[in-house]
């Protein structure tokens, strides 16, 4: 079972900040928080990954709260190509285990 | 450099056939993946290579599925005696080592089969 709770879906205007929420309130000390995006018909696509500190890239930014019992992934700038489903997994090694996500519609 | 690639990309076949699915990981990764995606569903975990043992193979459905990795590079998935309930999007991942807690699985684009 998923060690994650995302909300279904999303809505967002093209431009605007996206901001997805993941919950995962029994994360263990050594477990990363991973971000995943599916756009339709394509395999999963690498986002980003942390431990304990906020982490940015090209992509993305990822905020992990203190007690790391929950994080978001923020998208700064949303474009069409955007709209996927995101998932956000928790893990230690590589036994990822995908939930069912939040399907991300970025709206022009 | 090239990503993980799938071949076929589409596999249509008829209930009782067998079907070989193949994965060509990234140049160097180690550890390799395969799950599977029903229609609208999540990821299934199916099995995992490092190198070419695969420890555990608990996730695979059922003993119709096999798979086998060679020189540590290409994989396959072998379906034998198709049903219609294995029409999926059989997606690889592959990563430069397994059980490292700060590794990344890089995804190929799967291989759609229909079975009718």
């Known amino acids: 079972d998923a060690k994650t709770t995302q909300p279904p879906s999303m809505d967002c205007a093209e431009g605007r900040a996206a901001n997805l929420p993941c919950n995962h309130s029994t994360i263990s000390g050594n477990e990363y928080v991973y971000w995943y995006r599916q756009i339709h018909s394509q395999g999963p696509q690498y986002i980003i990954h942390?431990?304990?500190n906020n982490e940015t890239n090209e992509m993305a930014s990822l905020i992990i709260t203190e007690d790391r019992k929950s994080s978001t992934l923020i998208l700064p700038h949303a474009t069409l190509r955007d709209t996927a489903v995101y998932y956000c997994i928790v893990t230690y090694g590589q036994n990822f285990v995908f939930g069912p996500g939040t399907r991300l519609s970025v709206l022009p | 450099g090239a990503g993980v690639s799938q071949s076929p990309s589409n596999k249509v076949t008829e209930k009782g056939k067998d079907v070989e699915l193949r994965c060509d990981p990234i140049s160097g990764h180690t550890a390799l993946y395969w799950y599977r995606q029903s229609l609208g569903q999540g990821l299934e975990f199916l099995i995992y290579f490092q190198g070419n043992s695969a420890p555990d193979k608990s996730g695979l459905p059922s003993d119709r599925f096999s798979a086998e990795r060679t020189g540590g590079s290409v994989s396959t998935l072998t379906i034998q005696r198709t049903q219609q309930e294995d029409s999926a999007v059989y997606l690889c991942?592959?990563?430069?080592?397994?059980?490292?807690?700060?590794?990344?699985?890089?995804f190929g684009p799967g291989t759609r089969l229909l079975v009718l």
């Open positions: 942390g431990l304990k």
């Open positions: 991942a592959s990563s430069p080592l397994l059980w490292s807690a700060d590794e990344t699985q890089y």
